[in-house]
């Protein structure tokens, strides 16, 4: 396996900080390690990214988050230079964005709506279709729980020109960052800590918290209902994160690819390493 992480901004001969660990975790089970420049990257400055690389026909990326637009743009990179992701682009934003799993998921997830784009009379329109109660605001990758009042709870999608109000300054508050289109999710109760489940060719290979809240205990979750729709998408490399719903049952939050989910603080680097290798 060819590990791929970001460089030090800095020093771009070494591994960018967050990610050095599973660097050095890479190296010390007998992985090859590749350092990109992730600004490079997002400015798409692709060839320029690659800074340190040599050839595979298995690597594996896992840093800081890319836009669907820009993992293409690296995979094809990648591919002239000999390294072959192991997901790839289309896999990627399948696992990316949440209308690509969303369908295989509507079971276990909260209902969803989403617009297309950021218009805002489209998003009113996702409002009528979700019908009447409160909701959760995001767009196709990404929600800002973290102004939850004024940028993520929708009290009432019957409500639009409240609803219309905190669209806008979630609009304002992404800027260029949004991905995608305004999504809406129904609004459920959840009574424990998120579990991260770490996926690897179908396979349920590590059970995590979920890197917001590391050292929070959860109950151990039951995959039951999600692994034959993990196997279904067939994803190299996923995570699922999924809660305790307040009637017992288990809820799918997010499912995102593997290799921009981040790594709890409490989980070693070279557990994460090791599920991640093929077997």
């Known amino acids: 396996m060819l590990l791929l992480v970001p460089a030090d901004p800095l020093n771009p001969r070494r591994a960018d900080e967050h990610f050095r660990d599973e660097a050095v975790a890479a190296r010390e089970a007998g992985h090859d390690v590749g350092l990109l420049d992730h600004d490079a990257l997002e400015r798409g400055h692709t060839d320029d990214a690659l800074l340190r690389l040599s050839k595979s026909d298995d690597a594996v990326y896992h840093g800081w988050m890319l836009r669907a637009e820009q993992y293409a743009a690296l995979e094809g990179a990648l591919r002239e230079r000999g390294a072959t992701l192991r997901t790839t682009s289309a896999q990627y934003r399948t696992a990316h964005e949440l209308p690509g799993w969303y369908n295989a998921f509507a079971e276990v997830t909260p209902e969803s709506v989403w617009s297309d784009g950021p218009d805002l009379d489209a998003f009113e329109d996702a409002c009528r279709r979700l019908g009447s109660g409160p909701a959760v605001l995001r767009d196709f990758t990404k929600s800002l729980k973290h102004h939850w009042d004024e940028a993520s709870f929708v009290p009432d999608v019957a409500d639009l020109a409240s609803a219309r109000t905190v669209a806008a ?3 304002e508050l992404r800027g260029e960052d949004l991905t995608g289109g305004l999504v809406l999710r129904r609004f459920e109760r959840f009574v424990s800590a998120e579990v991260r489940t770490w996926w690897v060719g179908g396979e349920c290979r590590l059970v995590t918290p979920h890197p917001d809240t590391p050292d929070d205990v959860a109950p151990d979750p039951d995959l039951n209902a ?13 995570t699922v994160d999924m809660v305790l719903r307040d009637d017992g049952a288990w809820r799918v939050v997010e499912l995102g690819d593997g290799q921009v989910s981040d790594r709890p603080t409490s989980t070693p680097a070279d557990v994460l390493v090791g599920a991640l290798a093929r077997r």
């Open 226 to 238: 999600v692994a034959p729709l993990v196997a279904l998408l067939a994803l190299p490399f996923a």
């Open 169 to 171: 300054r979630f609009l």
